[in-house]
């Protein structure tokens, strides 16, 4: 039973164009979400956060949004640069009374960004 | 500056053989936690550690235990590997509370024969 899903294993886009990523939760008691990027034969770094008490939230190239009625949030990246390309894993936390902070993972979507 | 580190970056074991994989951490954060991803899935949380409180994951395994002597270090011991446990395996630190960044280290690879 997959709390965090990311329906989509990839998605290529042009240098300069928009990335948009996906992500699906079923628990409503999660309530702090996050984007990790990785790079191969690295660990996933932290990119950008939302809290569920905001819809948005920008760092710069990217943004991610967050629709609590649908249980969704998404990544936008623009303008696109082939550095971006990585593995981008979803993460969310807050279910239960739960302190130690730990992240429930999507199954990742590998982002291609073409020259 | 590595802030997590992770040894060995690639084990291979032979089926029923013991394995130790080890993190340390120059954070100095209070949490620490072991996490197995397995190819094109999602990173599943195996147990973690609050400071010195152990907490397991209901679907973890026996075969997998895990030790945190102090602050800087934690160990995942797999008992008796089988194939199926072939992944790479994550460590993580964080501060704690629910909106807390984890630091991951780049991950131990784990190839059972």
């Known amino acids: 039973d997959q709390q965090v899903k990311q329906n989509s294993p990839s998605l290529s886009v042009q240098e300069g164009r928009i990335s948009i990523l996906n992500c699906d939760y079923t628990?409503?008691?999660?309530?702090?979400f996050l984007w990790y990027k990785k790079y191969p034969a690295e660990g996933p770094t932290f990119l950008i956060s939302?809290?569920?008490?905001?819809d948005k939230n920008e760092d710069g190239r990217f943004t991610v949004f967050l629709n609590k009625s649908a249980k969704h949030l998404s990544l936008h990246i623009v303008p696109s640069q082939p550095g971006d390309s990585a593995v981008y894993f979803c993460a969310a936390s807050g279910h239960g009374s739960s302190n130690t902070g730990k992240l429930i993972f999507g199954q990742g979507t590998t982002l291609q960004v073409k020259p | 500056d590595a802030m997590v580190i992770q040894n060995p970056r690639y084990q291979v074991t032979q089926f029923g053989k013991p394995v130790t994989l080890s993190c340390s951490q120059t954070?100095?954060?209070?949490?620490m936690y072991w996490y197995q991803q397995k190819s094109s899935q999602a990173p599943k949380l195996l147990f973690h550690y609050y400071d010195k409180d152990f907490n397991n994951e209901a679907d973890t395994p026996d075969n997998f235990q895990s030790r945190r002597p102090n602050t800087s270090f934690c160990f995942l011991d797999i008992r008796s590997p089988g194939l199926g446990d072939a992944a790479m395996y994550l460590c993580?630190?964080?501060?704690?509370?629910?909106?807390?960044?984890?630091?991951f280290g780049e991950g131990s690879r784990l190839t059972v024969l």
């Open positions: 628990n409503s008691m999660f309530d702090y």
């Open positions: 954070l100095n954060h209070n949490v």
């Open positions: 939302i809290s569920s008490i905001k």
């Open positions: 993580a630190t964080s501060r704690g509370g629910m909106t807390g960044e984890l630091f």
